[in-house]
């Protein structure tokens, strides 16, 4: 035993001897740490949340917003003077964020309806509703999380207000079925929008959905008969209805909420009978061809505006919404506001009577293009 501990001593002795020689002094143990951060920061720079969701096609503009966020940074911690480099580099940014976006495919164009930063209907009502009071549930079966309804005023208007919510985090999106509501979510959308009818209250609708839930649960509770019950009540309520789809558009699930006197589109959002991997999937048996699907439907508000589905497309913050919030809720702010002005002149029995004539159009300016 003695002599198994005097080896192992002897051994640990010797590892402790090697271990000391290697160690460097303070002063060049700290020049090597020093030297290895600064490494470090070079190869992988603190880049912001918007960066770390960004789209494939925005990598050069990423790359100039880590650019200027590590010279501010440099500029704010040593107190060197980058202003004119950094006004550069945002002139630069500019000039790409407009090349960027002003050439976007539609398949490019639903990964920006897609981004994970996009504002969805609760952040709108946190930046332009005021006073909102939400009302809950369907009276039959329950409370879809997927359909945000409620009043609120909206510039001096006081409206229902009803909308698509994705959720944000992990828990919120499942709970809100990734935005894809279910029977309960479209009646209770119905039962809201039937109630501002009686009082008299605009009706508002943000779209935002890749399609309503498919699940089983769904089918068995007759989602089918619950849109197409709101596509026939919304068609005849005597109230003014606005329709805008700030995200997605997909299907029957945007149907849903979306029948009224004026249709509007953000301007990089996507509306559509079907998403670009559902048609990919029926007609090349797979969504490798989603992008090709995504020209082939005209599902930009570009195209869609000339062809006659939509009324209007409402401009976007240089680079999308998720770049500038606030100053996209203000725009939705004031063109909720003038249509609402123009919409409210017109008597109920007129109302109901144009915007028949409205959906009876649709398709009608397509055709004289053939």
Request: glycine fraction near 8%.
């Amino acid at each position: 035993m003695a002599a198994a501990r005097g080896k192992l001593e002897k051994k640990a002795a010797v590892k402790k001897s090697a271990s000391n020689k290697r160690a460097a002094s303070p002063e060049t143990l700290s020049a090597t740490v020093k030297n290895d951060a600064a490494k470090a920061t070079a190869q992988e720079p603190e880049t912001p949340i918007r960066a770390q969701l960004g789209l494939s096609f925005e990598q050069p503009v990423l790359q100039l917003e880590r650019q200027i966020q590590e010279l501010v940074m440099i500029q704010d911690q040593k107190g060197v003077d980058y202003s004119a480099e950094i006004m550069r580099l945002r002139d630069n940014l500019t000039a790409v964020l407009k090349k960027t976006y002003d050439n976007l495919t539609a398949w490019e164009t639903v990964q920006v309806a897609r981004h994970p930063a996009r504002p969805q209907t609760r952040d709108y009502i946190d930046l332009i509703v005021k006073e909102f009071e939400e009302l809950h549930g369907d009276r039959r079966y329950g409370d879809d999380q997927a359909i945000v309804a409620g009043t609120g005023r909206i510039g001096s208007h006081k409206v229902m207000l009803v909308g698509h919510q994705k959720g944000r985090n992990t828990k919120e999106k499942i709970a809100c079925n990734f935005g894809c509501a279910h029977p309960e979510g479209y009646r209770k959308a119905l039962l809201k929008m039937q109630l501002a009818a009686k009082f008299k209250l605009p009706i508002v609708a943000f779209i935002d959905t890749p399609g309503a839930y498919p699940g089983l649960g769904s089918e068995e509770r007759g989602v089918a008969e619950a849109i197409a019950l709101n596509l026939r009540e919304m068609a005849v309520l005597p109230t003014p209805i606005v329709c805008i789809v700030i995200g997605e558009g997909g299907s029957g699930g945007a149907l849903g909420i979306g029948v009224g006197d004026r249709l509007a589109m953000l301007q990089y959002a996507w509306y559509s009978v079907i998403s670009p991997e559902g048609c990919s999937g029926i007609l090349w048996k797979g969504s490798a061809n989603a992008a090709d699907a995504a020209e082939a439907l005209k599902l930009t508000s570009k195209e869609l505006k000339q062809i006659g589905i939509i009324d209007d497309v409402i401009r976007e913050p240089l680079g999308g919404a998720h770049r500038n919030p606030r100053s996209t809720a203000e725009s939705l702010e004031r063109y909720i506001d003038r249509i609402l002005r123009e919409l409210k002149t017109v008597g109920a029995e007129d109302l109901v009577d144009q915007r028949y004539l409205r959906l009876r159009r649709y398709g009608a300016e397509a055709m004289a293009g053939a």
